[in-house]
Structures are given as C-alpha cells and as structure tokens.
C-alpha cells in the first residue's frame, strides 16, 4: 500500500476531510463562493457553493447532468470575467448576475446564505 503513496494516515484524514465543514462538500467549505443565478424561467437563486447546489437541485437542469450545468456556468463565469476568448452569456438559458441586480422580487427563491 506505501508503495503506491497510500499510507493508512492518508486513508484516515481522506475520509475525515470529506466529513470536515471547512473541507467537505458543504456551503462551508473555505473554498466556496456565493452565487446569484436567474433560471430560464426567471426564478432567482441566491446560494453558496455551486457545485452543491447543483449537486443537490439536478432536477432543475434535466435532461442535463448536474455536472453539465456546473461546468456550464463555471464557463459563464469565466466569460463574464474575460477569461475566455468567446463571450458566453448563458447556459441553456442560465444567467449569472451580480447580488445588486438580483434584487428581491416577488418570484425570488430564498435559499440560505452562509456568512
């Protein structure tokens, strides 16, 4: 097993590291960020952690797999902050937006925000 890099340390601070809130696939996490999207039916989420919300709501984007919508709008992202070299606004009908112009409206989806 220490051939190949495995030690039993390694096996045991792997599987506490997916337990740990600062680690884990929580909202967490000290790597996640907040999020502010508008579906194509105008619905607005406000969330931290992309990749779990995704995760977590996937019935919002079949026929899709979640990991298609969080790479998609990873790439809008990366467009909105002049990473890419084509312009990608949306992903099949998913926008991004600034928490100034999300707004509270009427048909807003509250989700809890993390500090």
Not at 70 to 83: E, K, T
């Amino acid at each position: 097993m220490a051939e190949l890099g495995e030690t039993p340390n390694l096996t045991l601070g792997t599987a506490a590291a997916l337990q740990s809130p600062i680690a884990g696939p929580f909202e967490t996490n000290q790597a996640a960020k907040y999020w502010w999207l508008i579906s194509p039916h105008e619905e607005r989420y406000a969330l931290r952690n992309l990749r779990k919300f995704c995760r977590d709501h996937s019935d919002l984007f079949a026929p899709h797999s979640w990991q298609n919508a969080y790479d998609g709008l990873r790439q809008v992202q990366a467009s909105l902050m002049g990473r890419t070299k084509r312009s990608v606004s949306q992903w099949k009908g998913w926008r991004l937006t600034r928490p100034a112009e999300h707004g509270k409206n009427e048909g807003d989806v509250a989700l809890p925000l993390s500090p």
